[in-house]
């Protein structure tokens, strides 16, 4: 018997799949892959707690459907993806590193130039589903930096554990990390 966590997100229930990340800690899955109910509200519910901006940028891949759903709502003929993977067609690209908690390596981040071009002097959005450790949230916001772009917010469906602490965030819901077997610890 797998072990899940029932949340209410964006007026919506959903029940999330417990997944060990160590002996001691389990944390909750969250897929919006597939789910284009849940991804309509919270693009819905995202877009209407932001500031104006320009661009909206998420790191690849999560992300992505939420991202288009938000640019789709607000007529938006544009985003940015921060890629985990230089592409061929990628000209001088910008990397930046990070560690993830949901992987076991030290990523890559990259931008074209292209698109780097794209956000300089510009009101920059990043995007995500779960902000956690912060480490990818760190990592975009070193690429728009370097692109001479601003953050002017920082968007997630979920906070996860310490991160809803955070006082420079935007988020939907709290999500608490779990005992191995599967107690909230918050």
Known sequence: MSLTYKIEIAGLERELQLCKLND???I?????????ELTVRCASELLARLPEYD??????????????????QTGS???LVARKGRKLYMADPIEVQVRSITTDHVQKLYIGRPEAELMRGKRIV???????????????????KAAGGTVVAKAFVLA?????????IIYLQKLPLFTS??????
């Open 24 to 26: 001691d800690m389990c």
């Open 55 to 72: 661009y909206l940028i998420a790191p690849e891949a999560k992300a992505i459907p939420l991202l288009y759903e938000m640019a789709r």
């Open 126 to 144: 990043i995007v995500d589903d779960v902000v956690s450790t912060g480490e990818s949230l760190n990592a975009v916001q070193e690429l728009v």
């Open 28 to 36: 909750a899955a969250f897929i919006m892959f597939g789910d284009v």
């Open 160 to 168: 996860e554990g310490d991160a809803a602490k955070m006082d420079d």
């Open 181 to 186: 077997d599967g107690k909230p610890l918050d």
């Open 77 to 79: 003929n544009r985003y």
